[in-house]
Each structure stands twice: as C-alpha cells, then as structure tokens.
C-alpha cells in the first residue's frame, strides 16, 4: 500500500509519503496505531452495552496546543501496523469483543490503508457501522471519496474565528473546512439513527467543545449549525476543558471554564432549540479526569468503563 502525493487533508501538503516525504501531520507510508480496545468514554449512542471499537490512530492533521493526547498525537508514539494486522485488530474488535461499532479515531491520514484493511472482513460479512471520529478538519472531497468508511459521523465544531483556530491549532482555514464537513455529512447522513438503544448505525453528532475565553465562539458555532444545517442535529455540549500540553503557559487556555462561559453555551442551545444529543453537567466531572490520553498506555485494552459515558 503506497500513498502517493497526499491531499487527504485541508493542508494538501502533497507529500510523496512512499518515497519517505513527510507532511505536517508527519504520518509515513503505513499505518502507527497508539491504542485500540473496547470505549466507554464516548456518547451513550456510540458506547453501546459492549463498548466501542475505537482505533487511536497516531499523528494528527491539527496541533492543538491544549492537546490531551499529545504522546501520539505531536509525537507519534505507538507502533506501525501492517495493513493484515489491522484487518487483523477490526476483527478482533467485532468478534473477539463484540463492539457495536469500529471508531476510527483522527483516520485521516491513513484511510486508503483503512479501506484496504477493512476489505477481506466485509467480503467475509464482517460488518460493522464505521464510525468517523474527527476534529472537524477535513476535506469534503476526501469524505466523498471514502464515504465507505462512515456510516456515523462523531465531529468537532472547535472554532467560529479563523484567528483562533489559527493560534490554538495551527489550522488556517478550519472554519471553512469544518463547516463545509458538516454541512455535507449532515446531508449526506441525517439524523442519528440507532437499530436499538445505544448503538448508532448512521447520523451525526457535533461536539462543541466549550474553550476558555472562547465562549461566544462556540455560541456562534451552534447559531451556524441551527441556521445552515438544523437544530434536529445531534450536539454534544462539553464542559470538560482543562490545560494540558502547552496551553498551561498559554492564557486563557491555561485555566478551566467558568460557569458563567459554560451556562452562557448550554442557554444558547436552548435558545437555537436543539432538544437531541447530550449538555455535560458542569462540575459533573473533574476535568483532570479526561486527561485520559495523558497516561494511556498504548497497545490493546478497554479504555474507560460502562459508567464512564459522555452525559
């Protein structure tokens, strides 16, 4: 498997990865995986009773300098991965371990070795809803192209100003990209639907991330996402922010949310009248908590546990 002049991502590095060239996401010629197993972390739809397959993949398309899982995300720790071996993991993740679902967690960078992996277990009717787990940064033709690879779209809304994005992930352009993402994922998926309860096969969800001092900015992205695409969207208000990496010497990102930020975002989606998804309760957990990717471990292993959902 070879990837040759990579535009997969908004920054159209074209890097020649087979010949060794690297991009800014610094991904190689070939599959790093940091961690994969049974999660209980994520939305209750995407959890399931059993967990979802989650794959971390290593390397990221964004530089968040508040970045919780910097060990692969900056660094790329973890270990390369042969495209049989990862057919070999998807497998696992649905027979050994009967997730309800495989989540690609930041696959972009890799997804023509996803599909090739996947391949030989779908002929074999190995099948399970791929669940696309993003930062919102992507290109729709690359969603277009790999539309095989989505059945459930688990997105970032992160920024509504361009300087942010620019400061606190060193992506210019994010806005743009995002909203364009999600505007096509949500009129090429719809509505979350879910063949029983806990266990999503098609729709999108749209976190909003709550940042500190950037309040307004995830106001105004939920008034965008009401206004171009609908407030029947699945959102995910989140409360749980706390400085990691090099936002802890970076004001404001080097402190939490307050309460008055936080309740200024929940009354906004009130407001703009989402009545589906989930409004994480402020002070419902302590955010050091989610600083899970701080001391993950990398290798293969269940990453939380049944009560350890994103409400």
Same mark, same amino acid.
């Given at each position: 498997?070879?990837? =040759?002049?990579?535009?997969?991502?908004?920054? #159209?590095?074209?890097?020649?990865?087979?010949?060794?060239?690297? @991009?800014?996401?610094?991904?190689?010629?070939?599959?790093?995986?940091? #961690?994969?197993?049974?999660? =209980? @972390?994520? !939305? /209750?739809?995407?959890?399931g009773e059993a967990?979802?397959?989650?794959?971390?993949?290593?390397?990221?398309?964004?530089?968040?300098?508040?970045?919780?899982?910097?060990?692969?995300?900056?660094?790329?720790?973890?270990?390369?991965?042969?495209?049989?071996?990862?057919?070999?993991?998807?497998?696992?993740?649905?027979?050994?371990?009967?997730?309800?679902?495989?989540?690609?967690?930041?696959?972009?960078?890799?997804?023509?070795?996803?599909?090739?992996?996947?391949?030989?277990?779908?002929?074999?009717?190995?099948?399970?809803?791929?669940?696309?787990?993003?930062?919102? *940064?992507?290109?729709?033709?690359?969603?277009? !192209?790999?539309?095989?690879?989505?059945?459930?779209?688990?997105?970032?809304?992160?920024?509504?100003?361009e300087a942010t994005?620019?400061?606190?992930?060193?992506?210019? @352009? *994010?806005?743009? %990209?995002?909203?364009?993402?999600?505007?096509?994922?949500?009129?090429?998926?719809?509505?979350?639907?879910? !063949?029983?309860?806990?266990?999503?096969?098609?729709? &999108?969800?749209?976190?909003?991330?709550?940042?500190?001092?950037?309040?307004?900015? %995830?106001?105004?992205?939920?008034?965008?996402?009401?206004?171009?695409?609908?407030?029947?969207?699945?959102?995910?208000?989140?409360?749980? *922010?706390? /400085?990691?990496?090099?936002?802890?010497?970076?004001?404001?990102?080097? #402190?939490?949310?307050?309460?008055?930020? *936080? %309740?200024?975002v929940t009354e906004?989606?009130?407001?703009?009248?989402?009545?589906?998804?989930?409004?994480?309760? =402020?002070?419902?957990?302590?955010?050091?908590?989610?600083?899970?990717?701080?001391?993950?471990?990398?290798? !293969?292993?269940? &990453? @939380?546990?049944?009560?350890?959902?994103?409400?």
């Amino acid at each position: 498997m070879t990837q =040759f002049d990579c535009q997969l991502c908004p920054r #159209r590095c074209a890097a020649d990865r087979s010949s060794g060239q690297l @991009g800014f996401c610094r991904a190689g010629d070939g599959v790093r995986l940091f #961690r994969w197993g049974p999660h =209980f @972390g994520e !939305e /209750p739809p995407i959890c399931g009773e059993a967990g979802s397959g989650a794959i971390f993949f290593s390397r990221c398309t964004l530089k968040c300098i508040y970045c919780q899982n910097s060990p692969w995300s900056w660094r790329g720790e973890g270990r390369d991965i042969s495209v049989p071996g990862l057919a070999d993991i998807l497998r696992d993740l649905a027979i050994k371990h009967r997730c309800c679902n495989w989540n690609l967690v930041s696959p972009t960078p890799y997804l023509p070795y996803i599909r090739a992996a996947a391949a030989p277990l779908l002929a074999e009717g190995v099948r399970l809803p791929f669940v696309w787990n993003s930062s919102g *940064y992507e290109r729709v033709e690359t969603l277009v !192209e790999y539309r095989d690879l989505c059945d459930v779209a688990l997105v970032d809304l992160r920024y509504a100003d361009e300087a942010t994005a620019r400061t606190a992930s060193s992506a210019s @352009g *994010y806005v743009a %990209a995002a909203r364009a993402a999600v505007k096509h994922l949500w009129n090429t998926l719809g509505p979350l639907d879910s !063949e029983e309860p806990g266990r999503a096969t098609r729709g &999108v969800i749209v976190r909003i991330l709550v940042l500190p001092g950037h309040a307004d900015e %995830a106001i105004e992205s939920l008034a965008w996402l009401a206004a171009e695409c609908s407030n029947e969207v699945h959102v995910s208000v989140m409360s749980q *922010y706390a /400085p990691a990496f090099t936002a802890c010497r970076t004001p404001p990102f080097d #402190r939490v949310v307050t309460e008055e930020e *936080y %309740a200024s975002v929940t009354e906004a989606a009130a407001d703009f009248g989402f009545e589906h998804g989930w409004i994480q309760g =402020f002070g419902s957990r302590d955010p050091s908590s989610d600083l899970v990717g701080e001391n993950m471990s990398a290798g !293969e292993g269940t &990453v @939380g546990d049944a009560d350890d959902v994103n409400v």
